[in-house]
């Protein structure tokens, strides 16, 4: 069954995020202090708030910090926190990550790089097409649940694009044209299967002895509790 389209497409829209994001220039020097090859590393194919996404060996994709005035006020995110980011969705939801790998900068530990599966033909997962991996969100919720209840760390579901045009489609009775571009949809023909690629997981308990700051807990934790007012209202899902 083909995938419906939308008003424009997953190449489009990434495209366009990725002209706000670093620079090819800016991430090679970034990359500078690597065990990664330059040359290697290909155009950017996608931008959030927090990283560019590079093709790296047209197999693989490199995700990049942006130095930005959000990741300023947000908080730059670490090597360890990364890690220990990624390790919790391979404990509570491993069948929905895609392979993923954290490297460290040889001069400052804290730096680092994001390295996955590179997935060309995965789509963001729109309201239209829901309904094929309902059951896969279901089970991905869960265990988000568990994690966040054990942890105090959640997926961020929809992205910040995504965030605002499921926003608008609720608003506007278009539940068809809700989005989420954190979550992407891979389709074989046969079976269609849901794989997390946001690794960066959103925190929801402030301690005294926290290292993360203030605005990074109010944010995220803005996220989290709009997402899962969104989610009961576009999907029908207790989140």
Not at 68 to 90: F, K, P, Q, W
Not at 103 to 111: G, P, V, W
Request: aromatic share 10%.
């Amino acid at each position: 069954m083909p995938m419906t389209r939308r008003p424009y497409s997953d190449a489009e829209t990434r495209v366009a995020n990725a002209r706000r994001g670093m620079e090819r220039d800016d991430a090679i020097r970034y990359l500078a202090d690597f065990d990664l090859d330059p040359a290697l590393v290909g155009t950017a194919i996608s931008a959030g708030r927090q990283h560019t996404i590079f093709v790296y060996d047209q197999t693989r994709v490199i995700k990049v910090p942006n130095k930005s005035l959000y990741m300023t006020i947000y908080g730059a995110l670490h090597c360890e926190v990364v890690r220990r980011d990624v390790n919790l969705l391979a404990r509570y939801v491993p069948q929905f990550l895609v392979p993923t790998q954290v490297l460290h900068s040889r001069q400052d530990a804290e730096d680092y790089v994001i390295m996955q599966e590179y997935l060309p033909t995965a789509r963001f997962v729109t309201g239209d097409q829901f309904h094929r991996v309902r059951d896969q969100f279901a089970q991905m919720v869960e265990g988000n649940r568990q994690m966040m209840r054990a942890h105090g760390l959640s997926i961020d579901f929809f992205g910040n694009h995504s965030f605002r045009q499921s926003l608008v489609a609720l608003l506007t009775g278009r539940k068809q044209r809700a989005l989420l571009n954190n979550i992407l949809l891979v389709d074989d023909g046969s079976a269609a299967r849901l794989v997390i690629t946001d690794v960066n997981l959103s925190e929801l308990r402030l301690k005294l002895d926290a290292d993360f700051s203030l605005s990074r807990w109010l944010i995220d934790n803005g996220i989290y509790w709009s997402s899962r007012w969104m989610i009961r209202a576009l999907f029908g899902l207790p989140a």
